[in-house]
Nanobody, 122 residues
């Protein structure tokens, strides 16, 4: 069994910063990638950022490019999202996703965390 646990959400003022963290644990053989998605009320879940551990390649959603930075630590099975210059449109539940091969399977599977609330308001 694989678990993803997020932390770091909260309420900040526009223009502020937050840092989200996610740790994967359990019966892990390898991690292909980890990343963040978000879902605002009444909207579909959208890509925020992902990182591929083997290459360090990152991918960002258009709305966060230049403001958010994703980083990963392969040995620790963790990923972090530094969010700067936050605005009210960033308000959402942020979910950590991992593409992970468990020791009990032959191929990678997608796992999701429970989500952490981020609210931007003055």
């Amino acid at each position: 069994q694989v678990q993803l646990v997020e932390s770091g959400g909260g309420l900040v003022q526009p223009g502020g910063s937050l840092r989200l963290s996610c740790a994967a644990s359990g019966n892990i053989y390898s991690i292909t990638s980890m990343g963040w998605y978000r879902q605002a009320p009444g909207k579909q879940r959208e890509l925020v950022a992902t990182i591929t551990f083997s290459s360090g390649t990152t991918n960002y959603g258009d709305s966060v490019k230049g403001r958010f930075t994703i980083s990963g630590h392969n040995a620790k099975n963790t990923v972090a999202l530094q969010m700067d210059r936050l605005n009210p449109e960033d308000t959402a539940v942020y979910y950590c996703k991992g593409v992970i091969t468990p020791r009990t399977a032959w191929s990678a599977q997608s796992y999701w965390g429970q989500g952490t609330q981020v609210a931007i308001s003055s």
